[in-house]
């Protein structure tokens, strides 16, 4: 800050002698902090409203589970879910935007499978779009390596936006996504290529400039019915620059755009390149009508009677979620309401298979209780549960002793996976078999 000022008078002072300075700078410091005031409440009220959401979210797809509801409660069920998630990634636009603002948002890079970038993000918008009867082509280029080094999270994030906008201003004709690799002969390093097309409204030139601009929206008469809240854009852009890419719009009103993103990337020795077959398995994934895409499977819950999870919150309503999602699993559920309730039960000696612990409880935090835990010799797993999402806060559960961090509202899959890996993985191939009898499961 002392340099930016100390450039800020020399400027003046070549160019002006009628400018206050003391001003100038008193009026950029006020600027500064009410910016600063803006995302610090952005970021705390993203992190509020999500623990009711969780809630909602919890609650419906615990009911709509239930096989033997009628189609109508099934299908108002659905709407609240569906409404209950376009909500939540509005509230995740702010959480984002207000970090970004507040220069807290970190680019992670870290080794990641291309295949299964692709796979996971056509398949969630294909799948999230199929009530509209469009053509969907998808292509990539064979030598595009295998593995890459970057953030795959942010990636998914970019690529998610340019392709959830392509379905949803496009009413009928086509989309498509190409993914290719620029070679420019930098050691370890390519440039990976997005490109997203459509047959859309498109833009003038005019609503092109303002387009990564925050909250803005176009046409909003005739796309009134259309969810959002104008951020997606503007986050691409600030995700695409914090990774040194690049973001490209080319667009003609009532025939489309064309969406160019050129993000650097880092190589892993020995990861091969994509090759010729799975390109062409890529450039198989297409669809022509709507009613041939297929939904996603229900997750498989394994029967785990054998397994014991203690669920620590001070909310009734997360206490109630959490036991009901766990209930398909057979597992022995405890709860507790704070950290001290959790230490005595370990100084007499109880256990459990995992500890869910919130991290805002009250009279003592669950990265102080969990710290406290394992001076006490508890070496079970630890699972942060929480809705405090902020950036780098899973590394900072991971750094206290933690061994895993589940964002809420809880992801079902992720839910899933942790209780497979910490539970059923942990225990001898007869019980987990005698359990899967016992249900009748394969």
């Not at 006490?376 to 933690?402: D, K, R, S």
Request: net charge negative.
């Amino acid at each position: 800050m002392n340099s930016f000022i100390q450039k800020v008078r020399k400027f003046i002072n070549r160019h002006t002698h009628s400018v206050d300075i003391t001003e100038l700078i008193a009026a950029k410091e006020q600027a500064i902090r009410a910016n600063n005031a803006k995302s610090s409440f952005l970021a705390r009220i993203s992190h509020e409203i999500r623990t009711p959401m969780s809630a909602i979210l919890g609650i419906t797809e615990i009911q709509l589970q239930d096989e033997t509801l009628s189609s109508d409660m099934q299908e108002s069920l659905g709407k609240i879910y569906n409404a209950g998630y376009v909500l939540l990634s509005i509230i995740n636009d702010i959480l984002d935007l207000s970090k970004i603002e507040a220069g807290r948002l970190e680019i992670t890079p870290a080794g990641y499978d291309v295949t299964s970038l692709i796979n996971d993000i056509v398949h969630l918008n294909v799948i999230g779009y199929d009530h509209k009867l469009l053509e969907f082509g998808l292509q990539a280029d064979e030598s595009i390596p295998k593995t890459l080094l970057g953030d795959e999270l942010r990636i998914k994030q970019i690529l998610n936006n340019l392709l959830s906008n392509a379905f949803k201003y496009t009413e009928r004709g086509s989309i498509s996504l190409s993914v290719s690799a620029e070679y420019a002969g930098q050691e370890n390093q390519i440039t990976l290529v997005f490109r997203v097309s459509d047959t859309g409204q498109g833009m003038t030139a005019e609503q092109t400039e303002k387009l990564f601009d925050e909250y803005n929206r176009f046409n909003t008469e005739a796309n009134c019915a259309i969810e959002g809240t104008g951020l997606g854009m503007s986050i691409t852009k600030q995700l695409v620059q914090l990774m040194n890419g690049e973001v490209v719009v080319e667009s003609i009103p009532g025939k489309g755009s064309v969406f160019t993103v050129r993000l650097p990337q880092g190589t892993v020795a020995g990861s091969g390149l994509l090759g010729k077959e799975a390109a062409e398995n890529f450039s198989r994934f297409y669809l022509g009508k709507a009613s041939q895409i297929k939904k996603a499977p229900r997750i498989i819950r394994e029967y785990m009677p054998y397994g014991k999870v203690l669920i620590v919150d001070d909310m009734e309503i997360n206490l109630d979620v959490t036991e009901r999602l766990l209930v398909p699993y057979g597992l022995k559920v405890e709860t507790a309401t704070n950290g001290f309730e959790v230490i005595n039960k370990i100084k007499n000696g109880v256990t459990w298979d995992i500890i869910f612990m919130d991290h805002f409880i009250p009279k003592m935090n669950g990265i102080e209780t969990t710290k406290i835990i394992r001076k006490l010799g508890y070496t079970q797993p630890i699972v942060a549960l929480t809705a405090n999402v902020l950036t780098g806060q899973a590394e900072m559960f991971l750094a206290n002793g933690f061994d895993e961090f589940i964002p809420k509202p809880i992801d079902t899959r992720q839910l899933n996976a942790v209780l497979n890996r910490l539970i059923r993985d942990r225990y001898p191939a007869e019980t987990v078999e005698a359990a899967r009898k016992h249900t009748g499961s394969t």
